[in-house]
């Protein structure tokens, strides 16, 4: 019989399911199918999780999670990867080699460390290697406010803060930087538009969208 592959843009997102299905898995799923695209997951960990916060979280196996990499990718394929909450070295480092085995082009890194009621969703050495392994593999990295202060150890309060930033994390081998504007709230909007703003930079210069 001959395989069914979806006809539209295959989109493989490795994060953590948040229960209350606001973020992680979840919310990824809905962002892809809503933008036309077919989405397939591979889950890092469960979350007991709603609005109040992050109550407690249960940690897939790294090779479980290399596992479901190779179901996905060597029958269905991928047209570009996102990640997520991947939360400790075992999974960054399996997630990191599972890119490079399988020639992944178009991968996209939310660098997820912090959860809304300030829980550390990542470890000191998963920090490591997620900047030196995944990050030079991605083509886009986004981190928030907070998670841009962590990476690149610069206190962000202004846009002009947010720009040194930006410029540290690109370093580390992304070619696009987009750091998310929600925690810096309508102060980065330069043109009053009451908008939230966030900043890309490509290395060479700075958008703000």
């Known amino acids: 019989m001959k395989k069914q592959v979806p006809s539209q843009y295959k989109v493989l997102t490795i994060a953590g ?12 799923i809905k962002t892809i199918t809503a933008l036309g695209g077919y989405a ?14 992050v109550q407690s979280i249960f940690e897939i196996p790294a090779s479980f999670v290399g596992q479901q990499i190779d179901a996905i990718v060597t029958d269905i394929g991928t047209d570009a990867v996102k990640t997520g909450m991947l939360l400790n070295k075992g999974i960054v480092d399996v997630v ?23 829980k550390r969703l990542l470890s000191a ?15 886009v990295v986004t981190p928030n406010v907070p998670e841009a202060e962590y990476i690149s150890g610069i206190n962000i309060k202004t846009p002009s803060d947010a720009e040194k930033a930006a410029k540290y994390i690109h370093q580390l081998g ?8 929600g925690h810096a709230g309508k102060s980065w909007d330069m043109k009053n538009e009451g908008k939230v703003v966030d900043i890309l930079y490509d290395g060479k210069s700075f958008e703000y969208i």
């Not at 990191?96 to 660098?111: A, G, M, Q, R, Y």
């Open 96 to 118: 990191s080699l599972k890119i490079k085995e399988h020639n992944i082009k178009h991968v996209v890194v939310d660098p997820v460390m912090i959860s809304k009621n300030k």
């Open 125 to 139: 050495d998963a920090v490591n290697a997620l900047t030196s392994k995944l990050f030079p593999l991605s083509l």
């Open 174 to 181: 992304p070619a696009y930087v987009l750091i998310k504007g």
């Open 40 to 53: 397939t997951t591979v889950i890092t960990a469960l979350t007991a999780q709603n609005t109040l916060g």
């Open 17 to 28: 399911s948040d229960s209350g299905g606001g973020a992680g898995i979840q919310a990824d």
